[in-house]
């Protein structure tokens, strides 16, 4: 990188001239009803490490997204080096230094590790590059991460815990001021996040700034210069190094009252609807057991990975126990098999609406009836949709045309659709996958009703979440998942969100 | 939720307005291809005195009911989401077999019989097994069939045609009328029709949709994907041998060339029809006005004196146009959407945003 020695001279001047690097100013951005940030100001000065916390879909995420490039805000001002920017692409926010970091990781896997590290290098159609040349311009990126591999091996070959430094040294390519990290640390262990902290320190010290997203308190006590906190898309406020610890940073996130919704009573009939004895779930360390009551809701709490869905997954029939029973109302189920379980009254709602879920492109009425079909019988439009009319109004759902694509609902109204198909085979036990992901917030509590109902009306269900405010509002019993194993199970009183999250984020 | 109400807001239009959108829903399937095959009826009916007559539809139905018949059985693996290149080897070797048999003095029932019935048992266990149940690519697997096929076909005829001028009947079944109307187009019809009835119909028509319109949705609702897949397969394969099988009767002959590269005609004219190539979307009707505009243009082109060769041009220029206005049509509406409610670029983090209490973590 024959430019490296000036832009560090650019970098110096300009530490001089300005106090800050960048400064958003009363950001705001919409998404239908959803107003996801309002009015948010940051200032970010140069080698400054600053944290930005919040909970799940309090605008952390937006508000890097709006400083990438990737979403345009509504109103609100971006200044950098105290001159006012508009970018609206991230190739724009990496011409004014800008560059982020996420947890996916977007690399081409059969290429090389160094053409995926020089992927955003500006080039034309004409350029020509030999491999050689590339792994040459690519080796001080990978030294500045501390990645040893040979540049020219195939992505595809490094481990999962070295994606993130690749990803890191691809956004160093274009020598940027600041560095949005979105979450980077939450698929990695803990000797490849400490590598990660390092080469924030080192950065920091070379004076480049950092915003620094994460949900794990005692990285950002470790790391950040000061933390900023957001809450419903609100900047609730600021924090320096000094004042923080974890007890303030996350009462400063959670912020609210006990949850409003009360859980039905469980029916006192003694019998057990769904059983799990000592069951071996594929990919979980030890055993997995518990009961579930007819009208009782059991959670299943634990972060992305921590194999909340494969325990759901492995009761639907989707994956075979290695060991141990399943029962339904006391007959066993076999294992590994999606058409016994559906048979015997086990109903999955997966997690992806757009990948697992729905048929986007369909009908809303397909959509309800999906899985009813069989293979030489008739089927008629018009039951067909009578059973959508009958489901839409059970749930409130103001939708007319059942003819229209599912894909022109409201994500509510699409979750109401995946529940309701779900319903219409009466189950005897219903599983649950983050049933508010990507739902609004008046949806939501539409949901959370919907799930009461359904308990009072003596269905049995599983639901698996990291939404503690839902699992808490709904689940009568919460289960603890941490790194594939079952860390513990607390009672609905036991279960404080401080509680779950300690346990659920490795402690005792 | 912003477009719920945008739907049911009781507007300037009201619900004549409504109802009026859903008609409008439904004409605009076909608007393009409808459009187009009205224009060029117009055209050649009043450019050509001799297009307008009932000997140019009989000519026209009874040389494109091989072809409505190759994409009938097309649009199922298209539908779930596959294609089927091999249907114009099939189609030829079918023939072929045909032709082979019937010189061998096996009579003509049990001929058809056993060569649709080994088709379809061939689809199922090539193409639609591998596809299917080991998941090869759709498009590396009928590639594979397509040639095999086509290589059996002229091992078996030594390159040379086949001619067949004294099977009286199946000539007759191929090239009379019955009240004015192709005995071929009216078998064609028929297939159509069964296939309407079983796409709309039946719970495996509903399975075909599905498994086009979302797989894993599928699979999560208990149907068995790969069996779906599969029966696709075997039904274009079963088609194909008795689209090859009319053509024996049509052309009075059989050989190792004849239909080559009604794949790709067949493929067209399903895809002018509005099926998405990635399944899912689309219907049997919309494969018919495909077909239809095909013939149409062939035989206008014909009767104008116009070289055939722009039957191609036209027919490159009209697939493209329509997918491509069909595409931003769907963005349109998309951008549209995502003005209204953004909901797919709300804040949603797919992943655990929680807080660490500080006790016993603090560093």
């Known amino acids: 990188m024959p430019e490296l020695g000036m832009d560090f001279a650019d970098r110096a001047a300009s530490t001089l001239h300005s106090q800050t690097f960048l400064v958003a100013n009363a950001v705001s951005k919409r998404f239908g009803a959803v107003q996801a940030l309002s009015d948010v100001s940051l200032e970010v000065r140069p080698g400054e490490i600053v944290g930005l916390a919040g909970e799940n879909g309090s605008g952390k995420s937006t508000l890097a997204k709006v400083l990438t490039g990737l979403i345009r805000p509504d109103s609100g001002e971006i200044s950098i080096d105290g001159q006012s920017v508009t970018f609206s692409n991230p190739g724009q926010a990496l011409e004014l230094g800008i560059a982020g970091v996420t947890q996916e990781v977007s690399v081409v896997p059969l290429l090389s590790v160094a053409e995926n590290i020089l992927l955003t290098r500006k080039r034309r159609f004409s350029s020509m590059y030999t491999q050689s040349q590339l792994a040459r311009d690519a080796q001080p990126l990978l030294d500045r991460v501390g990645l040893t591999c040979n540049p020219r091996a195939q992505f595809a070959s490094l481990r999962p815990g070295e994606y993130v430094l690749v990803e890191i040294a691809k956004s160093l390519a274009r020598n940027p001021r600041l560095l949005l990290m979105d979450e980077v640390t939450t698929r990695i262990g803990g000797r490849d996040a400490d590598r990660v902290f390092e080469i924030i320190l080192q950065l920091q010290s070379d004076g480049v700034s950092i915003v620094y997203i994460t949900h794990r308190l005692e990285e950002i006590l470790r790391l950040c210069d000061r933390t900023v906190v957001l809450r419903d898309g609100r900047l609730v406020g600021e924090i320096s190094r000094a004042d923080a610890s974890g007890e303030t940073i996350s009462r400063m996130m959670v912020g609210r009252d006990a949850s409003p919704y009360q859980r039905p009573a469980i029916a006192e009939t003694g019998t057990q609807r769904l059983e799990l004895h000592k069951v071996l779930v594929p990919d979980i360390v030890g055993s997995v057991s518990f009961n579930v009551r007819p009208g009782e809701a059991v959670g299943l709490c634990g972060l992305v990975g921590s194999g909340r869905t494969e325990i759901l997954e492995t009761i639907a029939g989707l994956r075979k126990a290695e060991g141990g029973e399943i029962l339904v109302s006391g007959f066993a189920v076999k294992p590994g098999s999606l058409t016994t379980a559906r048979r015997m009254g086990i109903s999955f709602v997966p997690e992806d609406r757009h990948k697992q879920g729905l048929m986007m492109e369909s009908p809303i009425r397909l959509n309800f009836s999906l899985g009813r079909w069989r293979t030489l019988r008739f089927v008629s439009r018009v039951q067909e949709t009578a059973l959508a009319r009958l489901y839409a109004h059970k749930f409130n759902m103001r939708l007319i045309e059942f003819e229209r694509k599912v894909s022109t609902l409201s994500g509510g109204n699409q979750q109401k659709v995946m529940i309701g198909r779900a319903l219409s085979s009466s189950p005897k036990v219903l599983l649950l996958d983050e049933p508010t992901r990507g739902v609004d917030v008046g949806a939501r509590g539409e949901v959370f009703e919907m799930i009461k109902e359904l308990l009072e009306g003596g269905i049995a269900i599983v639901l698996a979440s990291s939404d503690m405010v839902e699992l808490r509002a709904l689940s009568h019993t919460i289960i603890v998942l941490h790194d594939r194993q079952v860390v513990g199970a607390l009672t609905a009183e036991e279960a404080t969100e401080e509680r779950l999250a300690f346990m659920m984020s490795g402690g005792i | ?363």
């Open chain 2, 1 to 363: 939720m912003a477009e719920d109400v945008s739907v049911t807001a009781v507007g300037p239009m009201g619900q004549n307005g409504r109802a009026l959108n859903s008609l409008k829903g439904a004409m605009s399937t076909y608007r393009g291809v409808a459009t187009v095959l009205i224009l060029l009826l117009i055209v050649f009916g009043f450019a050509q005195s001799s297009f307008m007559t009932t000997s140019n539809f009989q000519n026209i139905v009874s040389s494109n009911a091989i072809l409505l018949v190759i994409a009938v059985g097309m649009t199922f693996p298209m539908l779930a989401g596959g294609f089927d290149l091999s249907v114009a080897g099939t189609d030829a070797l079918a023939g072929i077999l045909l032709s082979k048999l019937l010189l061998a003095g096996m009579p003509m029932v049990e001929a058809i019989g056993i060569i649709i019935i080994s088709a379809v048992v061939l689809g199922a266990i090539t193409n639609g097994l591998l596809i299917g149940y080991f998941g090869v690519n759709f498009f590396i697997v009928t590639l594979g069939t397509l040639t095999i096929t086509q290589g059996i076909s002229l091992q078996i005829t030594g390159g040379n045609d086949i001619t067949m001028y004294n099977e009286k009947w199946l000539l007759q079944v191929a090239n009379n009328n019955v009240f004015g109307f192709p005995i071929l187009g009216l078998v064609a019809l028929a297939i159509l029709i069964l296939g309407i009835l079983v796409l709309r119909y039946t719970g495996f028509g509903r399975m075909v949709y599905s498994v086009g319109g979302n797989q894993e949705a599928a699979r999560l609702s208990g149907i068995s994907v790969a069996r779906v897949r599969l029966t696709t397969y075997a039904i274009s394969a079963g088609l194909a041998a008795l689209a090859g099988m009319l053509e024996v009767g049509r052309l009075a002959s059989s050989g190792p060339t004849t239909d080559s590269t009604i794949e790709l005609t067949g493929a067209a004219a399903v895809l002018i029809g509005g099926v998405a190539f990635g399944g899912g979307v689309g219907t049997l009707l919309g494969t018919f006005l495909g077909v239809a505009f095909l013939g149409v243009l062939q035989s206008g082109l014909l009767i104008s004196g116009i070289s055939s060769y722009w039957q191609g041009i036209i027919t490159g220029i009209v697939l493209i146009a329509s997918v491509t206005v069909d595409r931003m049509r769907a963005r349109r509406a998309s951008t549209k959407k995502l003005r209204q409610t953004g909901e797919d670029q709300a804040p949603t983090v797919s992943d655990t945003v929680l807080p660490i209490p500080g006790e016993g973590m603090s560093s």
